[in-house]
């Protein structure tokens, strides 16, 4: 569908129908995930951002049910790719074979792989060597594939929805940096508190839970994705975002001094691009007109933890990425200065 010709009627109808769906989007999820509401709402965020999204945690919290579920929210075409250290880069994007033409001759057939699809749930991508992370790299890009000298445009929406474990973790491979910075966030996935955890316990091991029913179809994200780029945000707040992402930067005017003693790498164009793109998404969610500084801050644990890479003296002294964004929002001014 072409987006661009959407009257002011359908953008406004596009605009409540977002924020309606909000809550109906909750309403099924709590059918199959408890808890985590800060998690699904980055994700959502990214979603009708249209970016891709890393999900990292451990083992057992719900990150591959949680992303089968949203994609069933979506009706979408769904495909899920396992990551494990054998996997070949023709594994995601498909291989050329040889077949029989029917007229005695023989032709070069191109079998498309499991990226061909609306979402795809890369799981525990880090558990497959760089080679092969890299086989995302242009789909995640350029929404396409080049095999054998010819590209493949992928359907729209095109989504990357990745878990990955810890990378303490045994049997891990920790991501290079031009792929982290193709995702939109970095959400992390922790434990829940106890009640929660309860209730968990007592949902899966008594009857099956209810099936998920679809909410919306793939022109529906595509006029979201139009409508949330149509979001206004005053010059200053933008002007704080870009702030923020480069004041990551080391040894440059005005950086911090404790960036410059626990950061070697900062965030580059795509921190800022994410932190007002996400803002936009997250304002109509909220069911604000408009960017608001908060929306800003909000989302930039999930924008820089992984944009930002850490010194060796900060990881002597026990500083974490999370210390050093925390620190970040309390020294760069909202205002300029």
Not at 122 to 141: F, G, V
């Amino acid at each position: 569908m072409s987006t661009e010709a959407l009257s002011v009627e359908d953008e406004a109808r596009t605009v409540e129908q977002i924020r309606e769906g909000r809550e109906r989007i909750y309403a099924e999820l709590s059918k199959t995930i408890i808890g985590q509401h800060e998690v699904i709402e980055q994700l959502l965020i990214s979603l009708f951002a249209g970016g891709h999204c890393l999900i990292t945690g451990a083992p057992g919290l719900a990150k591959t049910l949680l992303v089968r579920s949203v994609a069933q929210i979506f009706h979408l075409k769904f495909q899920r790719i396992q990551f494990t250290p054998d996997l070949m880069p023709a594994d995601i994007t498909g291989t050329e074979i040889l077949e029989d033409s029917g007229d005695g001759h023989r032709k070069m057939t191109f079998v498309r792989g499991p990226i061909f699809a609306n979402v795809v749930l890369a799981d525990e991508i880090n558990r497959t060597p760089p080679k092969t992370q890299a086989a995302l790299l242009e789909a995640m890009q350029e929404h396409q594939v080049t095999a054998a000298g010819r590209r493949y445009p992928l359907e729209e929406p095109f989504f990357v929805l990745a878990t990955q474990n810890p990378i303490e973790m045994e049997g891990t491979y920790p991501l290079p940096e031009a792929q982290l910075d193709r995702f939109m966030f970095n959400v992390l996935i922790d434990y829940l508190p106890p009640k929660d955890e309860l209730a968990v316990v007592m949902q899966t091991t008594s009857q099956r839970a209810e099936p998920i029913e679809p909410l919306f179809s793939g022109d529906d994200i595509l006029r979201f994705h139009h409508t949330v780029r149509r979001v206004p945000i005053a010059e200053e707040v933008g002007a704080y975002a870009v702030r923020l992402a480069a004041s990551t930067r080391p040894d440059r005017d005005g950086t911090p001094d404790f960036i410059n003693q626990w950061v070697s790498w900062g965030a580059g164009l795509r921190a800022a691009q994410t932190l007002v793109l996400g803002a936009k998404a997250r304002a109509l969610l909220s069911g604000n007109a408009h960017v608001r500084m908060e929306d800003i801050r909000a989302l930039a644990h999930p924008t820089l933890r992984h944009r930002v890479l850490l010194s060796y003296k900060a990881e002597a002294e026990g500083v974490t990425i999370e210390n050093v964004i925390d620190q970040l929002l309390q020294t760069v001014p909202t205002e300029m200065p």
